[in-house]
């Protein structure tokens, strides 16, 4: 293989210049995905009660899941960077490819830890423009979902177009028609938007104590219905394993 030659002087000042302008943009750089990746100021209290709850981060999810010794390509890190006060670090979503099993898949994992799993405009581009990747490229889909469904002060900013929310469920369908395996594993409260993920999936895993999955939940069922109801009865593993049919295992 032919070398590629440089006319590049390193020794110039120019050169010493630019690097360290570099440096500087890079460092910038590290540190908005430090940010992103960390949550910034703030988050701590809800990390630990996230860890109380016998739950691990998404990054941690993912890491569980893939080949050992294999990378992870995360994507879009700094999705909702420098909007809403930074209040949805990485977009409150965690996507990107990594291998199981020896084939290669996209995740697409929530992070409840971040407003609680809620769906934000720029977090749901993120999973659109993922879900666009998996399809171009011919790969199944893994979702592990913990999402509180929209966020509701900005619920305007969600469903506008055909490449926002309401695109998302009908990229999931159009995988599972072409044989693009669609697969959700419910590692906490799916409610409303959130659950249509896991009913829209080929196979479903729910998490027995901590997974749930329903429309509204028991406060919304009890004001429309004053009916009284656990959130287990009302969407837990069991039900849906055993009667409901939405999960498989």
Not at 13 to 33: C, G, H, I, P
Not at 173 to 193: D, E, H, K, N
Request: include cysteine.
């Amino acid at each position: 293989m032919r070398k590629l030659q440089t006319r590049v002087d390193t020794a110039s000042e120019l050169y010493a210049t630019n690097v360290a302008a570099y440096q500087q943009l890079r460092s910038r750089l590290d540190e908005a995905m430090q940010f992103a990746i960390d949550g910034g100021k703030g988050r701590d209290r809800s990390i630990e009660r996230h860890y109380q709850r016998g739950k691990l981060l998404p990054r941690e999810r993912i890491d569980a899941v893939i080949d050992a010794d294999t990378p992870f390509l995360e994507l879009s890190t700094l999705a909702g960077w420098g909007q809403v006060n930074d209040e949805f670090p990485s977009g409150g979503i965690v996507t990107g490819v990594g291998v199981v099993h020896g084939v290669p898949w996209m995740f697409i994992a929530n992070d409840a830890t971040v407003k609680g799993g809620s769906l934000f405009p720029a977090g749901i581009k993120k999973q659109v423009r993922a879900q666009d990747i998996a399809l171009e490229n011919g790969l199944g889909c893994i979702y592990l979902v913990d999402s509180g469904g929209a966020f509701l002060p900005m619920q305007d900013e969600v469903f506008p177009d055909k490449d926002h929310f309401g695109g998302t469920f009908y990229r999931q369908a159009r995988m599972s028609a072409a044989g693009l395996p669609q697969m959700s594993v419910v590692l906490g409260g799916c409610t409303a938007g959130g659950a249509y993920v896991p009913a829209l999936s080929d196979e479903v895993i729910m998490v027995d104590g901590i997974g749930r999955i329903f429309l509204g939940g028991p406060p919304i069922v009890k004001a429309a219905l004053g009916e009284i109801i656990d959130q287990d009865d009302l969407g837990g593993a069991a039900l849906h394993t055993r009667q409901s049919g939405v999960s498989d295992y």
